[in-house]
RNA sequence: GCGAGCGUGGCGAAACCUGGUAGACGCAACGGACUUAAAAUCCGUUUCCCGAAAGGGAGUGCGGGUUCAAUUCCCGCCGCUCGCACCA
């Protein structure tokens, strides 16, 4: 008997279904009438080295797109790289390596690595971002985008990375520093590119509610980052403002000293209790009047001194200053509000400026209790009594009934909303409004390792949109890397071309499209990767759109998914897409990470697991033996060099058993922590399946063949096995994964368990193997094939159909039933299955040991659930 | 602060959707077989407490509720994790 060896057999399965081509998805012409399933993990950013932590995410995908196939299905399962972003640069500034260069020779090793984890891809379809062929088509859909309207230029304050020079956007920017230098980031204007997301705004929001296959934590994640509130816009008429303000502030003469105040509010039915209004630090007003004020100079100041990161937002305290500028209470002209300045409100959302009524907001009463402004409740809560209902230190927010307030007295809060707003309107003094925290997207990059933008800029006739026909802008290979900034502006001949329109010399944009853009439509370009002449063909996007299932990390619940959903229905509306909904992904998996402990040496340097190793019970750094300090379980991550090397792994162990591991134990969605004893729990699994395949005599039972009559326990065994399809089945439609798992485990038990020699035995074990080859196949893709194989079965186990459940060995025809007396269990019966009620009764009422426990009380209810359980009440 | 999720043996976990034998399966641990020995493999035990055993009692973060019956449903607390964060 041999030993399986990972070395020979994995390598050479791989070489067969390449071979055989099982992998490529079918033409839709040639699919017949299969149906299509797009399966697809996010693709990977080329770093370097795939660890085992990476290939989760694979493997999950990979046992769907196995389960589609063998279930009939026509599947498309592609893999491409995110290959365009800064780390190259960084490398090309660090080590003088093209990033061109590094990102190939990157792709070319991960690309080994992952075909080595025998992952069912159609590996025809590959591309990477920064293959000019890709990005060209990128280019003609900015200009296509520019055209529908959804592209737009504007100066914006932009987060400013002072180490990697760039721009980043919002979300790049953690705790008030650049998501990959850690520098703080500063403020800049600059002239951007910028995707005009919010057009679709409500839709983009709308639609999350059809995504009922989307974790509902990634639903809210949207919702919430699209942030849409309703309420209305107020004008407040100035009623007094200082002698400088008057004269017309003679340092930038703006106008904007004597038009009203814009506020925006969710809750105009509380305007009867405004008692001020607050401007942001940086709201012109506040500016303006800063130049005659040395205080508020000073206000301004220290408001933009306090940091952004959590911790000093939570602390911060409210505080502001008197503006002494007077406005009219909309609903009441000889009402007069003091205007304040406030560190508490925000510049960038609404119009930066609120009216604060402190008794229905938390923020305004703590600031009016801190400067003694006068406030009244003008929401009275349910069942509270208007003559005693009293605010102090704690706002009621929530919804009520409006009193002390004029025409809006009696009024529930959403009526008087409605109400206040009429009036407004009818004044000319506001109107309904709704706002959005989702902002338009800013795609410009000062970077050299990206799409080129496709515009040109002219003296004379401005910005102008590159001829179609003059695609693709190529990336210039000959660039430097000495100085600091963007390599593109640098080069000396790059930028110089002649205006499309005037013919005269103009410059090309040297901005590059965010790297977000380039995965915003990757899964399009694999339904026709090969086109030349367009990004996609319709119809190929369209038999194939959206992705059946997409499994990706949680950090991409925002930003990716949702630029993706805002590129379909760019592209649709461009008409280069037939997706009505707009919506790419129609079932979305999160998975876990792969999680590790971390080590370090005495002297305080991360150390690779294999640099360490276990003595007397002690981990110790191999190189100096000392011991090593333990921390903390993390991702797996190069910085922390908790990773364990795929290759050397698969070398050890094989892909399988690194795929088998990282499935078991830990629920999909859920971390899993790689250990060497999970390790050797599939290590073990593996060499005992194929003991018991090697040892059992070829070939075994067809899925057609005639049982012959067998023992009961080899009757059982049958049982087990229809009863594992079913539940494997199951587990993977719903990725239970580490349940299917553990199925699995059951069913090599129970094999391993039946020892007779008989025919019924050998066809009971015989079936049962070869059940349990199909069940594994997702999971350990070689081993079930080459089991396969040994059983004496025809073709691949990757491309037979999935098994089937015979229906009457998985039914159970007889039940054990316990029983319980008071609620508590005391023995139990064998009932035949939906045995009448009467009978299962009497039979529970006769067991010894419930009679035991039922002696000198009275029966009073017996409770038969038909399959389930009796419980008798007894006193 | 707001929102979401989670809390079960020594550990990872199952059962929760649809209330009905809590702890499947794996790991670790312990005992045994085989072996000169070890590794590997195989067999067995393993929630806790009392008990030699038979058996009994307790038990799914804590407190309450609904129910014949609650890990499962409801309410309140505690703890952990994640997301958002002065969004008017």
Redesign the pocket.
């Known amino acids: 008997m041999s030993r399986y060896n990972h070395r020979e057999v994995e390598p050479k399965w791989r070489a067969r279904w390449a071979e055989a081509g099982i992998d490529r998805a079918l033409a839709p012409d040639k699919a017949k009438d299969k149906p299509k399933a797009y399966v697809l993990e996010m693709f990977p950013y080329p770093s370097g080295r795939i660890h085992v932590g990476h290939s989760r995410n694979y493997t999950m995908g990979d046992v769907i797109a196995r389960f589609r196939r063998a279930n009939g299905y026509n599947v498309l399962h592609p893999m491409g790289w995110d290959a365009f972003g800064l780390p190259a640069e960084n490398a090309a500034m660090e080590r003088g390596v093209h990033p061109g260069e590094w990102t190939r020779a990157n792709i070319a090793a991960m690309r080994e690595q992952l075909k080595s984890l025998g992952l069912a891809i159609d590996w025809s379809r590959e591309f990477a971002t920064c293959d000019v062929e890709y990005y060209k088509h990128q280019q003609a859909i900015f200009l296509a985008f520019w055209k529908q309207g959804l592209v737009y230029r504007k100066k914006q304050k932009v987060n400013w990375d002072p180490v990697d020079n760039t721009v980043l956007a919002?979300?790049q920017v953690v705790d008030g520093k650049g998501w990959r230098s850690g520098a703080p980031v500063e403020t800049r204007e600059l002239e951007q590119w910028i995707f005009k997301v919010t057009a679709y705004a409500d839709d983009l929001l709308d639609a999350i509610g059809g995504l009922d296959k989307w974790p509902?934590?990634v639903r809210?994640?949207q919702s919430?980052?699209i942030?849409k509130?309703q309420?209305a816009k107020i004008w407040w008429e100035l009623a007094h403002v200082p002698d400088e303000l008057k004269a017309g502030a003679p340092a930038t003469g703006q106008s904007h000293a004597r038009d009203p105040i814009e506020?925006?509010?969710?809750?105009?039915d509380t305007l009867f209790g405004a008692s001020f209004l607050?401007l942001?630090p940086d709201h012109p007003l506040t500016k303006t009047v800063a130049e005659f004020r040395p205080d508020v100079a000073a206000f301004i100041a220290k408001?933009g001194q306090?940091g952004?990161s959590?911790?000093?937002?939570?602390k911060?305290?409210?505080f502001g200053i008197d503006l002494g500028i007077r406005v009219k209470h909309p609903f009441d002209e000889s009402w007069e509000l003091p205007v304040w300045a406030a560190?508490?409100?925000?510049?960038?959302?609404?119009?930066?400026?609120?009216?604060?009524?402190p008794a229905g907001?938390?923020?305004?009463l703590?600031f009016a209790n801190k400067y003694n402004l006068p406030f009244k409740p003008v929401v009275l809560p349910a069942g509270a009594d208007a003559a005693t209902h009293t605010i102090t230190t704690e706002a009621f927010t929530e919804d009520g009934v409006i009193y002390n307030s004029g025409f809006l007295d009696g009024l529930p809060t959403q009526q008087a909303i409605a109400r206040a707003i009429e009036e407004l309107v009818k004044l000319k003094r506001g109107e309904a409004t709704t706002?959005?925290?989702l902002r338009d997207w800013g795609v410009s990059r000062q970077r050299y390792w990206g799409c080129p933008i496709p515009a040109i800029h002219c003296a004379k006739c401005g910005v102008v949109p590159v001829a179609e026909k003059d695609l693709p802008i190529a990336l210039p290979d000959d660039v430097k890397f000495d100085k600091p900034g963007n390599p593109l502006a640098h080069h000396p001949t790059w930028k110089h071309t002649p205006c499309p329109q005037c013919g005269g010399q103009a410059e090309r944009e040297t901005d590059t499209l965010d790297t977000f853009v380039d995965s915003s439509w990757y899964f399009l370009r694999f339904t026709d990767p090969q086109d030349a002449s367009k990004p996609f063909d319709k119809q190929m996007a369209s038999y194939w759109m959206p992705v059946n299932q997409y499994v990706g990390g949680?950090?991409h619940?925002?930003l990716h998914l949702l630029y993706s959903r805002f590129f379909c229905r760019g592209l649709r509306d461009c008409g280069m897409l037939d997706l009505p909904s707009g919506e790419p992904f129609a079932s979305l998996f999160t998975q876990g990470m792969v999680v590790h402990e971390t080590y370090k040496s005495a002297s305080g340097q991360w150390l690779l697991p294999e640099e360490t190793d276990v003595r007397d019970g002690v981990r110790v750094d191999l190189a100096t033996s000392k011991p090593v300090q333990t921390g903390d379980i993390e991702k797996m991550s190069k910085s922390k060099k908790n990773v364990v090397d795929l290759d050397a792994f698969i070398q050890d162990f094989g892909a399988d058993v690194a795929r088998w591991f990282v499935l078991?134990?830990?629920?999909p969605e859920?971390?899993?922590?790689w250990?060497?004893?999970?390790v050797?729990?599939?290590?073990?699994?593996v060499?005992?399946v194929w003991?018991l395949v090697e040892a059992h005599p070829q070939p075994a039972p067809k899925t057609d063949a005639t049982a012959p009559a067998m023992e009961s326990d080899a009757h059982a065994l049958r049982q087990l096995a229809h009863r594992a399809i079913q539940s494997v089945t199951d587990?993977i439609e719903?990725f239970?994964f580490?349940?299917a798992?553990?199925?699995?485990?059951?069913l090599?038990?129970a094999i391993?368990?039946l020892k007779g020699a008989d025919a019924g035995s050998v066809f009971a074990r015989g079936e049962a193997l070869r059940i349990l080859a199909q069940l594994i196949s997702p999971f350990m893709p070689h081993l079930a094939e080459e089991s396969w194989e040994r059983l004496g079965m025809t073709g691949f186990v990757a491309t037979a159909p999935w098994p089937k459940a015979d229906p009457a060995l998985a039914a159970r025809n007889t039940?054990?039933?316990?029983i319980?007396v008071?609620?508590?269990?005391?023995g139990?019966i064998e009932a035949s299955k939906g045995a009448a009620e009467a009978e299962v009764r009497e039979a529970a009422l006769a067991h010894p040991?419930v009679r035991?426990?039922l002696e000198g009380q009275t029966v009073r209810?017996v409770?038969v659930?038909t399959d389930?359980?009796?419980?008798i009440?007894a006193a």
């Open positions: 919002n979300e509902d934590k809210l994640m919430n980052w942030g509130s309420g506020v925006f509010t969710t809750r105009p607050a942001a408001a306090l952004t959590e911790a000093d937002i939570e911060a305290e409210k560190n508490f409100v925000l510049s960038t959302y609404g119009s930066g400026a609120i009216f604060g009524s907001d938390q923020r305004d703590d706002q959005y925290r949680i950090e619940a925002v078991s134990d830990s629920p859920r971390d899993v922590e250990t060497a004893s999970g050797k729990g599939a290590w073990g699994f060499q005992r003991t587990d719903t239970r580490n349940v798992v553990a199925r699995s485990y059951e090599v038990n391993a368990k039940v054990t039933l316990p319980q008071n609620g508590k269990k005391r139990e040991d035991r426990f209810k409770i659930v389930r359980i009796v419980n009440v």
